[in-house]
């Protein structure tokens, strides 16, 4: 009984050494909706990149929006932004907080007027490939 348990673990041992490590191409992740938004993906390898990074995403907000007088009676506002970053690094389907233009407060309009005067990104790579990307993000204002 031994010899046999032996006999399986040396032979496990040998079958594992003999596996070579091989790099797959990453698995990268479309929209659900494919229909709607085809070719577009939520998950690659490398995602866009705001010029500057994160922190120079955040100093553009502060520097370009232009909230009413009257949002400064709200303390907080928290808006879910999402956007396709192009294969160009371009902007496009700007959505807050996933209402409907006509539906959209000004605060909202405000928001989503900032968003659409993004410059460009630097686009997502799945596999080495550039591709749109769908990025989401919540974006707080404090006053």
Not at 66 to 75: K, R
Not at 105 to 122: D, F, G, H, S, Y
């Amino acid at each position: 009984m031994r010899t046999i348990l032996t006999f399986k673990i040396m032979l496990l041992c040998i079958l594992l050494n003999g596996q070579q490590k091989v790099n797959l191409p990453f698995d990268c992740i479309p929209e659900k909706d494919t229909l709607r938004y085809p070719g577009v993906y939520k998950i690659v390898d490398q995602m866009p990149q705001f010029p500057g990074g994160e922190g120079e995403l955040l100093g553009y907000f502060f520097k370009n929006i232009l909230l009413p007088i009257d949002s400064f009676s709200v303390p907080q506002s928290t808006y879910r932004l999402q956007f396709i970053v192009d294969e160009n690094g371009l902007i496009t389907r700007p959505v807050v907080n996933e209402k409907k233009v006509d539906k959209l407060t000004p605060q909202e309009l405000e928001v989503l007027r900032v968003v659409k005067n993004m410059p460009a990104w630097t686009p997502g790579r799945c596999n080495g490939l550039v591709v749109p990307v769908r990025v989401w993000f919540p974006l707080r204002i404090c006053f």
